[in-house]
């Protein structure tokens, strides 16, 4: 079996790379070839050629995908606000939540007896069960959105850290799909990209935190779930389109 070339690492200061530490190198693969196949599985593949249109279309799970990501959140949100007491200053938490989760447990339903891929509907459903859980312990509707809190925080960091260190997770994921490795450290042109790739992405989730924390602390839960749903598909994919149209840029398709 050919042996994959060894990955490029930071150029040194005469313009010529340097070798990286090899746990480095070995770990940024492990991290490229899961970032890869969970962008394989999106349909997120620059390697077969699809139109922009329909990565988007696949990245956002298709009609089942939207439903599945906005349909729990948008009957919490309904529900809560029409049986809001202003009196107890609180809706109905237990119709609210349990309403949504049980449309989440239906949507992982459909995906077992369809034999579809669960595992988008099944995170939702525990994503969404101990959320509501979370909220019925402490009898806040607006702690149904702390995990999604965590959440954006957690790949905002992990975005804007590995842009920092030069490392970026959009370039580990596309050479891993374009079979370049790390190879693509060594190119100024792709570096860039990638970099400000996931500052982008970085930046959206960091933007969701600063516009919906505020509201999370003075309890305004309609306001709270209402932007996150304008917050959610709706600036996914434009920021899906615009990261598949920079690298289709940098790995334009062979002429056949």
Known sequence: MTQPPP????PS??????????ASASASELVGA??????????????????????VWRAMGGWRGILESVLPSLVFVVLFTVTYDRTTQTG?????????????????????ATKSPPAAAIGGLIATAGAAALALWTGRGQDNFVFGFITNAAYGTAFLVSALIGWSLIGLAVGFLMNEGTRWRADKRKRRVFFWLA?????LFAFRLAVQLPLY????????GTLKL??????????????????????PPSPK
Do not use: C, Q
């Open 7 to 10: 990955p490029a690492s930071d």
């Open 230 to 251: 304008i917050m959610g598909l709706p600036l996914f994919a434009p920021l899906v389109a615009v990261t598949w149209l920079a690298v289709r840029a940098l790995y």
């Open 92 to 112: 109905n938490l237990w119709l609210s939540l349990g309403l949504s989760v049980g449309l989440a447990a239906v949507f992982t339903i459909i995906r077992l």
């Open 34 to 55: 899961a970032l890869g196949e969970a962008a394989k599985r999106a349909g997120l593949d620059p390697a077969e050629g699809a139109a922009t249109g329909h990565v």
């Open 13 to 22: 200061p005469d313009g010529e790379p340097s070798a990286p530490p090899a």
């Open 199 to 203: 500052i982008a992405w970085a930046g």
């Open 217 to 224: 602390f003075a309890g305004d839960v309609t306001a709270l």
